[in-house]
């Protein structure tokens, strides 16, 4: 298979035909079996209630999720149209009083499910007001088994041992962040990921400056795909990466029977061998 990460910049838009523009052709550009938009990056569409709404936090999130319907139905097309998996670029959903963070992945047929941020940022909790929505899920799909994890969820190493031990064989890290050692936490937290689960990680970030909203006013990273560093994938353990803030796609081709491969005959077995740690004791 192959799989395409996004460096997606956050634009401007006058209207909703606008967004289905830039987003149809960056799907056809991808030229991918599973295509990886980035946390938050259905924010743009706060530009579509002005620039009075956008540059306020509260509004910018209803503005953006007022839209989610008609979002849904355009990445579902896309999804048909091209026959390919897109999980689409998160965003905040109203399922309650306070908004979720929310990623739908959707596959040829439709949507296949949804996946909400499990732990929020100190930006997300002491300004923003959005919560988490506990409930990890795992998707079937045609390739094989996707988890996902957004953003800071990919620090957590047993978010992910949760959705490996499920079966999962690729985790999607949507990500967003406004510093480079914001970036490098999570980059750091898939590329461990990776490494104690043995699978792919696929982390696909916001790129540039947005000097009209607050909520994304900068955002620092590179999209990359990795892989357990463990002899069956390449020594660094990343199997693509782009350039720092570079907007533009990240390829590489995939066999995920690597994956299980490298979980039997790995130069080392962390999958395997995880459950050892519960035989650990403090030394006082």
């Known amino acids: 298979m192959k799989i395409a990460a996004a460096a997606y910049p956050i634009d401007w838009f006058d209207s909703f035909d606008t967004y289905t523009d830039k987003l149809t052709r960056w799907v056809a550009e991808a030229q991918a079996d599973l295509l990886v938009f980035p946390e938050y990056g259905a924010m743009e569409l706060a530009s579509l209630g002005g620039a009075a709404v956008a540059g306020d936090l509260e509004a910018s999130l209803h503005e953006v999720a007022r839209h989610w319907p008609a979002v849904q139905a355009l990445h579902a097309d896309l999804a048909t149209r091209h026959g390919c998996h897109i999980l ?25 499910g949804h996946q909400d941020k499990q732990i929020m940022t100190r930006f997300e909790r002491e300004d923003w ?17 996707i988890g996902v994890l957004i953003c800071y969820d990919s620090e957590f190493p047993l978010l992910g041992r949760i959705l490996a031990e499920a079966g999962a064989e690729i985790l999607l890290v949507p990500s967003c962040t406004d510093t480079v050692a914001g970036f490098t936490r999570v980059r750091i937290g898939a590329m461990a ?38 002899g069956f994938w390449p020594e ?24 299980r491969t490298s979980r039997a005959e790995g130069a080392v077995l962390p999958f395997a061998h995880w459950p050892e740690q519960d035989r650990s004791r403090l030394i006082r």
């Not at 899920?137 to 045609?142: C, E, K, N």
């Open 88 to 112: 689409g670029a998160s965003g905040p959903v109203f399922d309650g009083a306070r908004p979720v963070n929310r990623a739908v992945l959707y596959g040829p047929d439709g949507v296949i």
């Open 193 to 230: 990921r990776a490494l104690e689960s043995q699978c792919v990680v696929v982390q696909a970030p916001t790129v540039g400056p947005c000097d009209w909203m607050p909520a994304l006013d900068e955002n620092r990273g590179r999209a990359a795909i990795y892989g357990p560093p463990d």
């Open 129 to 145: 007001d959005v919560t988490g929505a506990p409930g990890l899920r795992v998707f079937d799909t045609a390739f094989g088994r």
């Open 236 to 259: 660094t353990g990343i199997i693509a990466e782009g350039s720092m803030d570079a907007p533009g796609w990240v390829r590489a081709q995939i066999d995920l029977s690597r994956v």
